[in-house]
């Protein structure tokens, strides 16, 4: 820590209650003022130093009163008291310090008391200025004496002290980690040089050396600060690392509301005590303005806690909307329990705040089509439009996070029918690859709200696309109660389709498999073998495999057509059911008495059987739309 001393003589001064006294040896023949504290002075040694002492002593000489019943009273002198005492000291030589906590109020009392080099070589304002100019090289002292404006602050603002020690600072902060170091003391030294202590040991500085240090300073110190590090061109992911640490430090980001009734400070250590919720209001909405405006540069966590608590401590609407701005900007790096937000409103009806997360949501929403139609207008040399997949991603997941969103606030009893089909319909429909997501949150809406209408429920399952359902969500959706019989016919119409197209591939691998066993006889023995290994190492492609395969799937679509034959004696008959899909069932009487179906693996394996051995025919094997009808 800089210092310089002045003054040779002892101390002669000694307080006596309020009153300081000073033992010359000769009886006092002034009285200086300040607020509560008394000065019992002479009046050479003051007179000499400074042009405003001895104006008001010819003054008070001049009103014709007794000499030693002169008193001035020096009220508004910066830095009070303790200011004065150490310019009446220097004043009668007596032995000082000058530090860095103190230099800006005696600079400040010096220009007040007007101790200009015309009163006296090496006077006080010439020794504190030269003094400051050396606390503004040090980046500790530099911070210690821009903390102690706040007791001069008009004084210091109007001689440019502040502006002196923010620029001083910002230089610092905006300069190369790698041409600083710091010793064990704490001292910042450009290019690792410390000419004080040349043995200590130099520690190398990370990109955030300086958060903590800057931390200490109030906020409109602060703000100052980082306004000036970014007129300077300082990255954006520095400056919003030293908000975020500050934002910290000073403010309840747990999500929980604090204490403002004992007026504690909110963080241990903290020299910014908070002592009401006005002030803790205006520290966060400042601490939103000074976020830098890049994308991405700060976690979404972090702006959902500030959204948070801004939302408990009630702050401006503006503020929130700035906040719901951000966070959906870049939504794609939410997390489910960050969206959980509260519902803090005063006519809370839901748990969780749906409006909020909706705005949010639609925010992204709009930020995403502005990006999709931008890429989607570039065009390449050939003049073919540059395809925009890679914008599918981050849409793809916010679709996730509404639905697994949906899902957790859908057992609310509270949360109404419209506010949930709002919110599900944000999200398009390409954004889903697979439906399983909302058709989760759409069960567990209908399980909580059984008195739901008919027609309600039609309405709610179509957010989901029955053909997107994965096979597990179809075969629990197949069985599901809970849903209108036109989605649960619909849902066994698609796996319909898809077994069609599945035995449709299998049978067509089979017709491959018979092909290349007849080329295998004409071509010669050699390659015969070589395929016949080749076969035999691929048992998918045998017709024993195949065999087994269309076996289990009509086992499965017969148990799929023993539960909608459940469904139909409750609910309809089969015409009625496929009318409500546009379809026309054809149907073929039979005498089960005394015809006995082939069954469907009888069918494929004799025709491929029949296909292997004649070399020269070629059988079909596939089923048409009435036979796979016939047997599901």
């Keep these: 820590m800089a210092c310089k001393k002045l003054g040779s003589k002892s101390d002669l001064f000694h307080l006596d209650g309020q009153t300081w006294l000073c033992s010359t040896g000769l009886p006092s023949d002034v009285t200086v003022e300040v607020r509560e504290t008394s000065f019992h002075l002479h009046k050479f040694p003051l007179l000499s130093r400074s042009m405003l002492l001895e104006k008001l002593i010819q003054d008070s000489s001049g009103h014709g009163k007794d000499e030693k019943e002169c008193v001035l009273q020096l009220h508004n002198i910066p830095g009070g008291a303790k200011a004065f005492l150490f310019v009446a000291k220097f004043c009668y030589n007596i032995k000082t310090e000058l530090t860095a906590m103190n230099v800006v109020s005696l600079r400040c009392a010096a220009e007040y008391l007007q101790m200009s080099e015309d009163f006296g070589e090496g006077n006080l304002v010439a020794q504190t200025e030269n003094f400051l100019n050396e606390v503004l090289s040090f980046w500790v002292d530099t911070i210690k004496a821009l903390q102690s404006c706040e007791e001069v602050l008009p004084s210091a603002e109007e001689l440019h002290i502040v502006s002196r020690c923010i620029e001083s600072l910002a230089v610092k902060a905006c300069a190369d980690p790698s041409l600083l170091s710091r010793n064990p003391a704490g001292a910042i030294f450009w290019n690792g040089i410390d000419s004080g202590s040349k043995a200590s040991k130099k520690l190398s500085l990370s990109e955030d050396w300086w958060y903590e240090d800057v931390s200490k300073l109030k906020l409109h110190m602060y703000k100052r600060l980082i306004l000036a590090v970014t007129s300077k061109g300082m990255p954006a992911d520095r400056i919003a ?122 925010h992204f929403m709009l930020g995403d089509q502005d990006e999709t139609d931008s890429i989607s207008n570039e065009l390449v040399d050939d003049g073919q439009l540059i395809p925009s997949s890679h914008a599918l991603t981050p849409t793809t997941m916010v679709a996730n996070l509404v639905d697994n969103y949906l899902a957790e606030v859908a057992p609310d009893v509270n949360l109404k029918l419209t506010k949930f089909l709002s919110l599900a319909s944000l999200i398009p429909d390409y954004s889903r690859p697979i439906d399983d997501g909302i058709y989760r949150a759409i069960d567990i809406y209908l399980k909580a709200h059984p008195w739901l209408t008919d027609s309600d429920r039609e309405q709610l399952c179509r957010l989901m696309n029955c053909q997107k359902l994965s096979l597990e969500a179809s075969t629990h959706a197949a069985q599901n109660e809970r849903l209108p019989l036109r989605v649960i016919v619909q849902v066994l119409f698609f796996e319909q389709l898809r077994l069609r197209t599945s035995v449709a591939g299998w049978f067509f691998v089979s017709e491959n498999l018979d092909n290349s066993q007849d080329l295998s006889k004409t071509i010669g023995p050699g390659i015969e073998g070589t395929a016949q290994e080749s076969s035999g190492n691929n048992p998918m492609l045998t017709v024993d495999d195949m065999r087994n395969r269309v076996s289990a799937l009509e086992k499965e679509c017969l148990d799929m057509k023993q539960e909608v034959e459940k469904l139909v004696k409750t609910k309809g008959s089969w015409h009625s059911i496929f009318r409500m899909l546009g379809l026309r069932l054809k149907t073929r009487s039979c005498d089960h008495s005394k015809t006995v179906k082939t069954p469907l693996s009888a069918k494929v394996f004799r025709n491929s059987r029949k296909a292997a051995t004649n070399g020269k025919e070629k059988q079909d094997c596939k089923i048409d739309d009435k036979s796979i009808q016939s047997e599901c």
């Design 241 to 362: 690392g030293s908000v975020m640490f500050y934002a910290k430090k000073y403010l309840p980001l747990n999500g929980r509301q604090p204490n403002f009734k004992n007026g504690n400070c909110v963080a241990l250590g903290s020299t910014m005590p908070v002592a009401s919720e006005a002030e803790q209001i205006t520290l966060l909405e400042e601490i939103v303005g000074l976020l830098p405006d890049q994308k991405g540069v700060i976690p979404t966590k972090f702006l959902l806690k500030l959204l948070k608590t801004s939302m408990i401590l009630h702050t401006s609407l503006s503020c929130q909307e700035i906040l719901e701005k951000r966070i959906g900007v870049q939504l794609d790096d939410a997390a489910l329990e960050d969206i959980l937000i509260p519902n803090m409103g005063y006519s809370v009806e839901t748990l969780y705040d749906i409006d909020c997360v909706q705005r949010i949501v639609d």
